[in-house]
């Protein structure tokens, strides 16, 4: 049955459109973290990782260690392709 027959606009999916908006951050971001890592001479903390792609306030506080190494893993896998 067709959505107009059912009463749906099928163009109105605010819930894909926040999606994109996530993902658009999201990947502005990784692009931000992955020059900083190209660029660096030498490995550096998460802390000046951030500070340096200008996303010191994107560090949450309550991670444990092994979360934050998982994250720097996962970028640095991501990197390496």
Do not use: W
């Not at 260690?65 to 990197?79: E, I, K, M, P, Q």
């Amino acid at each position: 049955m067709p959505p107009s027959l059912i009463n749906i606009n099928a163009y109105h999916q605010p819930g894909v459109e926040a999606g994109k908006k996530a993902a658009e951050t999201l990947l502005g971001l990784q692009r931000k973290v992955f020059s900083v890592l190209k660029n660096a001479d030498q490995p550096m903390q998460l802390a000046a990782l951030a500070e340096k792609a200008g996303a010191s306030d994107r560090i949450e506080d309550e991670k444990s260690d092994s979360d934050r190494a998982a994250f720097v893993r996962c970028l640095g896998s991501a990197y390496a392709d």
